[in-house]
Nanobody, 123 residues
Framework: QVQLVESGGGLVQAGGSLRLSCAAS????????MGWFRQAPGKEREFVAG????????YYADSVKGRFTISRDNAKNTVYLQMNSLKPEDTAVYYC????????????????WGQGTQVTVSS
C-alpha cells in the first residue's frame, strides 16, 4: 500500500486558481495510476481526473475538462491537480487515490486514499 498526503487546498474566489499536490510514500510510485476525486457535502465521491503510470494518458470528468489539469512527477513521487477558472460548484473535499491496476476510474478501482484537502470557492 502506498501512503498519500494531499495539500494545497484553501479558500478562493470564483474564477481563481489553486494547485493541489499529493505526495506518495514508497519507491514504487511509478507503478500506480493516480486519480483525483472530490466529495461535496451530501453527495457521493466522484471522479475528477486520472493519469496513467508514466503520465502518457490523462482523463477528466466532463465538469472539469478545459479547466483542470492533472500531472505527475515520478522523480518526486507527487501528483498534481492544477485547477483554473474555479466555480462555486467545485467546492468539495478533494482526495487523491492510487491503483496498481485500475479497470476504470471509479472509486471502487482505487485502493489507497489520502485524507483529503478542502477546496472552497466563493461566489
Amino acid at each position: 500500500q502506498v501512503q498519500l498526503v494531499e495539500s494545497g487546498g484553501g479558500l478562493v474566489q470564483a474564477g481563481g486558481s489553486l494547485r493541489l499536490s499529493c505526495a506518495a510514500s514508497g519507491r514504487t510510485f511509478s507503478s500506480y495510476a493516480m486519480g483525483w476525486f472530490r466529495q461535496a457535502p451530501g453527495k457521493e465521491r466522484e471522479f475528477v481526473a486520472g493519469i496513467t503510470r508514466r503520465g502518457a494518458s490523462t482523463y477528466y470528468a466532463d465538469s472539469v475538462k478545459g479547466r483542470f489539469t492533472i500531472s505527475r512527477d515520478n522523480a518526486k513521487n507527487t501528483v498534481y491537480l492544477q485547477m483554473n477558472s474555479l466555480k462555486p460548484e467545485d467546492t468539495a473535499v478533494y482526495y487523491c487515490a492510487a491503483s496498481l491496476r485500475p479497470e476504470g476510474w471509479g472509486t471502487a478501482d482505487f485502493g489507497s486514499w489520502g485524507q483529503g484537502t478542502q477546496v472552497t470557492v466563493s461566489s
